[in-house]
């Protein structure tokens, strides 16, 4: 039994519980306010984060929030993972001589001073939940070490493939479900998800098989495995997928739940045939439990940008076009508005391909081509559902952006995504893809492009004087001190210098007189002068912005938006 009454007490005054429903739980559960804390945590009436705090507090200790936790490798693995297993506890960080260590009883003062015993450091103790910690555990131990000694096994153990099309379903499932196999699959996906890789490609060439992880927008190589490892790969991953193991000639798409203790992760499958052998990309969709998905305040908005955004949230109906290409971030920036609007007087529902992010309180469908179930289908459904805002995961067809045009005009909020290339030339594709241009004026109320660059590493920055050239070229000034960042590469982020990402936007309100262009079929180029002289900031501006408020390099910028000439030097 555990008590602690200084946690019962802040969930009353917290107005977690009334004081009549606290004593009925403590009564049910004799006074043992573990119990309690379970009991809260089953029935999912609050945020875990707030209960583990307020657990936290009660101790006088830390509550760490493992999902967001940066772990400095060579930290977790001074404590052997059997004993971080049996007796729930990770190694976080190192911060001046003490260890940062997560525990599942931080007041176990026994393990602690055990901990300390065998990586001779000092231990600061805070509180994690235990499947979390379990999670971390399972995630984190994962290493390079690991899957080469499981790659080595496996061509040990299995039997040597010369042409895996003389192979049966049988035996393919035979190789697949070696044990080895297996560990070296899950091994391999939750190595991806401790690098906070958003893609696993695992490429075949003439001997060799390249395994690639996406990391902040940029393909890094891992390994070079045997080519013999690539149909037992394979055919694990299509098992998991549940894909047709004996298809080799076809692309496939699927996807893969991986259990953890605490969730699962979801990932998106794909295969194609290439000369080689099978190519796969993985793409990692994150938990499919409930995420925190950030407030719109956490996306790093200019004060411009950001004025803009509310006020066409603030509409009561039209369309809200995110463009932009894959993996910019697109789907978190939607998700974001919703939280902002999403309200119990407020009908919301999405259409999705796939589901990314749970929310409460919302209506989610995903696309199931399979049973013709699509964008245009689904559009058309829910507007039988008395929606107030819709959310159209994306729009590809004349269809489905002309259902949502009308929906748009019949008095619903619209938000959807478009894969182009700037705000502007949303507009030119629903034109091209025919629709009227008058639809499209009446209908849309704002477009936003984005991209995303790489984060300078906040342990490690550095501020410098950026060199007279550079200066030139980025403002079109002469004669300039101009100050800017960069990282210089510590434990945090694997010296790179550079740890997650952020979004650069550029983002257009629709006035009347644009309407009118857009109306009468104006080019791109007259919308975008006109815009301009609106106030609009381009992509590359607000980039510049970014570099300026240390976010990001000038060299980020470069590489995803184009030089403007024009750029003006009122932002220094």
């Known amino acids: 039994m555990v008590k602690n009454p200084t946690f019962l007490s802040s969930l009353v005054s917290r107005k977690i519980l009334t004081r009549e429903n606290l004593n009925r739980l403590v009564e049910k559960y004799s006074e043992d306010a573990q119990q309690v804390l379970k009991h ?84 600061s ?49 035979k190789v697949a479900g070696n044990q080895a196999v297996v560990e070296f699959v899950n091994g391999l996906l939750l190595l991806g998800v401790r690098e906070g890789a958003s893609d696993i490609h695992i490429e075949p060439g003439d001997d060799k098989v390249k395994v690639r992880f996406r990391i902040d927008g940029l393909l890094q190589e891992r390994s070079n495995l045997e080519k013999t490892l690539l149909p037992p790969i394979v055919s694990r991953l299509k098992i998991l997928a549940n894909m047709d193991i ?39 969709l994150g938990q499919t439990r409930a995420k925190d998905i950030p407030d719109l305040t956490e996306l790093n908005f200019s004060r411009n940008s950001l004025g803009v955004l509310k006020k066409i949230m603030e509409m009561p109906h039209g369309i809200f076009f995110v463009t932009g290409p894959t993996g910019s971030g697109k789907t978190t920036t939607l998700f974001s508005v919703l939280k902002h609007i999403n309200k119990p ?88 893809i025919g629709l009227k241009p008058f639809l499209v004026a009446q209908s849309i109320v704002g477009v936003m ?52 990402r952020t979004a650069l936007h550029e983002i257009i309100y629709l006035d009347e007189q644009m309407r009118s262009l857009i109306a009468r079929g104006e080019s791109a180029v007259d919308i975008q002068r006109m815009a301009r002289g609106a106030g609009f900031q381009s992509l590359r501006y607000d980039g510049l912005k970014k570099v300026l408020r240390g976010l990001t390099t000038l060299e980020e910028v470069n590489r995803v938006a184009i030089d403007e000439k024009s750029t003006s030097v009122d932002m220094l």
């Open 449 to 500: 492009s984005q991209r995303l660059v790489r984060k300078i590493c906040e342990h490690c920055k550095e501020k410098y004087v950026m060199p007279p050239e550079q200066v030139r070229k980025a403002f079109n000034v002469e004669g300039r001190e101009v100050f800017c960042y960069r990282g210089q590469g510590c434990s945090h982020c694997s010296h790179k210098g550079f740890s997650g």
């Open 40 to 123: 809260l945590l089953r029935m999912n009436s609050q945020p875990p984060k707030l209960l583990g705090r307020l657990w936290a507090d009660s101790l006088g200790l830390a509550y760490l929030d493992l999902s967001n936790m940066v772990f400095q490798r060579e930290v977790v693995q001074m404590l052997p993972e059997s004993f971080a297993r049996k007796n729930q506890v990770i190694l976080v960080y190192k911060f001046g001589d003490a260890i940062t260590a997560a525990l599942a009883n931080p007041q176990d003062h026994f393990t602690v001073k055990k901990i300390e015993s065998l990586i001779h450091r000092a231990v």
């Open 246 to 284: 004996t298809e080799r000639r076809r692309a496939q798409d699927g996807r893969i739940n991986l259990e953890m203790p605490n969730g699962a992760i979801d990932f998106r499958f794909s295969s194609v045939p290439t000369i080689h052998g099978e190519k796969i990309v993985l793409r990692i």
């Open 125 to 173: 103790p805070g509180f994690a939940f235990p499947e979390d910690i379990e999670e971390a555990i399972e995630v984190n131990y994962k290493g390079d070490q690991q899957l080469s000694d499981l790659s080595r096994k496996i061509v040990t153990d299995t039997i040597q493939i010369e042409d895996i099309s003389e192979l049966t379903r049988d035996e393919l499932q």
């Open 345 to 432: 007087e407020v009908n919301i529902t999405t259409i999705e391909d796939p589901v990314e992010y749970r929310l409460e309180g919302i209506s989610q469908i995903q696309v199931n081509t399979a049973v013709e179930l699509d964008f245009a289908t689904a559009l058309r459904a829910f507007l039988r559902q008395d929606p107030d805002v819709m959310l159209v995961g994306e729009i590809r067809d004349r269809e489905t952006a002309q259902i949502a045009c009308q929906a748009a005009l019949t008095g619903h909020l619209v938000l959807g995504t478009l894969h182009t290339n700037s705000a502007i030339q949303a507009i030119t594709r629903l034109i091209d």
